[in-house]
């Protein structure tokens, strides 16, 4: 016996030592919100604000709680600091608390911006109890009840002699009570409405419900309307969030609701197991909160119930087939059993068949009448028409089953090494067996299903495989990650693949990757329900919607590790864990979109309630934003995920966003948040971020730089013009005047040839003298007609017109000697073929355009022109005897031939200075270099 028991024990110690971790894995969340609230222990009251956030007033000061953190106001913190510390009471009105303290009189608080505002109370004793704002006046409860009006500001005591509990309001009254009445606050003092021991008081509107022991007493207008007595001590009691039933607790701890009609109503909220809960409080995520000396709890309503079951095995891991009314179990290594224990399904001689390695279960299948149990020692049948348990005669049923999977008639047998067995339950045959001498990726087969007609998809210990039925061959799909496949559905012309640790994958049917999400839950078999996949994992059963692939966590299973694929059983869905089996409506659950809140914005440090426009000094500072998901159901942690300027969403660790290394700008931030289940929330929350410029690059200096850059441009373009119309107007002037010195030629020469034939009709002097001046003025008048004549015929040599600089500057030469009378020398050692006719034609206009401007425009009666090489240069050098070349000097007065010299000059990066001789004369230096032509 003292043997049996120490084994007993062992396998307990062995049981709790492997499901421990997951356990704690699975209820961490709770865990941490629950140690923080157990800090706690001397909370009077508890609130929720305008927003969402929970409050929990007491000697602490004012304690907000969103989902995960706590913040404290009190006199002593010095970030969140508070006037007073010890708070009693809270009464919520809009946007704003309204504090009452025990020693700094009653104030007003706002929880979005943590200001207090104090009442001008005139008080003997600044200890308030309990205050209340009821038609336009505060009610306030110190040693009396006081009457403050606030536009007089006149304190006046109300009510003397009396003790109070709480003020209670209806929409046209107000009351207190004590422990031994209930009274209505009157215009003169009180008037009591009932006189009688009195546990707590709820409003409901325009209706008072009274808790008297062990009876509810409904009051209408001051008239009892309702009177239910009960079988159990009532210890406390508070208003359904939103609706105008109740919820009361009563002396064991259990939890009741009730309609304004005094109706009992249905809920699936568990017993309170604290002792002394006499506070209790419902929020608007249907959560209720109670608290005592042990800190603030709160409960979720649950709709599971558990039953435990402990085999005599190492690990109680428990596999589940509804079968004739009820439901089997199957175990690792106690054979099998029934979810009623009152069952007589199977006799014991039965069960005892089961011996050695068959009493170790994977999995049970229920077909017709029959139930099908795949063992450690092959495939095994149960025939409930002749109570007989019978291994099933085929070759080779001496394996380790690890599944069977029934696709019409065919019992598809997973086995553990050796592939898998195709049998025919109908016949009782083995149709084909495809074992290890196939190309698995494993041979360890956990799952299969059927996709079209010719394939059935097989989850390996080591991938997913593909048998095509009709060339008998198999194919892998490689899947990220090295994690085991669990279980397979085929559905919506997709293959949901669930791992252990990959979260699920889903694929098409042509082996490739549509999505993956949940990546980090180990799940187990899963379960095509209906239109959802019902996924049990080692952190609770969720639920997949396969069209939206929106998957969600069944309340209250985060903390059971399960070991089975669910089976529907009385409306019932049953799925078993490593300590027992959970059972649960098989309803939808009701998406509830809780509110996502900035809780708390840090910009280098300096922190803020909530959220508001955030200015940065620069891309140096760091922003932080605490997130909160106001949901506060027992479930999973929230995530969070955030996107800047409608850009891509990108995941947040925890529930806090950390930003830094901003560019200067505006960004405009949305966030995501999910709710205790998984699901996320319908709404957002937002935030504006504005970087500040540099002190030289702010919207005011921009537009500075952007006026001056447009007027630099306006004036640039402003003097292109005038000089466009100079160049225009000097163009104009130029052919002007060569059309007037044109006609002035033409008419010149006409008068002249005129005056000559008059001349010519003179008679003959007879002195010699006179014949001689005649015989002159004759010669002269020839000589002009002739040169005005060949003027006007003769092209003048502008320009090279294809010939060479050798050529050309003698014609030059002659052309200036012959029009103006000017003596011309040149000096040309350069070699024509070294130069090309672009550059020879450029320095002939050069010389041509300085030649003809200093004869018309100075006093030179000489030139001489030097073309030489000297030092990779060109070396271009015009000498005058007068200071023809001395106004080429200047940047204002410049003439057409100034302009085009410049702009050759420019063209090869040539020097062009001019100089004045000591004696008499200019010159002008022209230097090209040769290497800038190259």
Known sequence: MPHKVSLNIKKVILWWFLILPVLLTSSFVHSIESAQLSTLPNVEEITQDNNGFIWLIGQQGLTRFDGKDLLSFANHN????????WTHNAERHGDRLLISTESKGVWWFEPNTGITTPLNLTLTDNSVYRSTYFNGKYYVFSDHIYLFDEETQHTTPHI????????????????????????LITDD????????PITTVASLGDTLIVVKGKTLLAYHNNILIKEKKLNYRIKGITKAHNSNNFFIIDEHGNIHKFSQELVPLKHSFPKVESLGVSNIFHDRSNVIWYYNGDGVKKLSEQYINNKPFYFNTKVNSIKLESYKNDVVLGSYGDGIHTFNNLSTLFSDDVKAQLEGRSRFIKDLQQVGEDLYIATFDGLWKYTDKTKTLTKVPFEQNNQILLDINLVNNLLYLATDGNGFIIFDHTTGKVIEVIDNKYNFSSPEILDSTPVNNNQIWLATAANIDVYNKMTRTISSINLQGSSKIASLINTHNKVFAFSKGNGVFVLSYSGEIINQFATGVDFGKAKLIGDEIWAPSKRGVFRINPDTLEIILVPNTEKYSFTSEPVIFNNLLHIAHYGGVVTLPFKKTTKYDPDIFISKTTVSGESLLLNKEININSSNDVLQLDLASLDYRSGQSKHFKYQINNGVWHPINGNQLTLTGLASGSYYITIMGTNSLGQWSNKKAFTQVHVAYPWYWTPKLRVLYTI???GLLIIGAWLLYLRGRSISHIHALLNDDIKVRGKTALNVSRNLSHVLSLYQTIPTNDQPEVNETHQQIKSLLQESVKELTEQSQTKVPDNLYGNSLTIALPYLADFVHKKYHINIEYIHELNDEDLSYELQSDIYTMIYEAIISAVLNGNGRNFTISLQEFKQKIWLTITDDGDSFTHFKSKINFDMAMYYIRQIANKYAASVNTFEEQ?????????IPLMQIS
């Open 78 to 85: 010095s970030e969140w600091p508070l006037p007073f510390t």
């Open 708 to 710: 001056c850059l447009v």
């Open 919 to 927: 004696n008499q004369g200019s010159q002008l230096v022209i230097s």
């Open 160 to 183: 003397s002699g009396i003790d109070l509990l709480k003020f209670i309001k209806t929409k046209d009254a107000l009351y207190f009570y004590n422990k031994n009445s209930l009274n």
């Open 189 to 196: 003092g009180y008037s009591p409405i009932l006189e009688v």
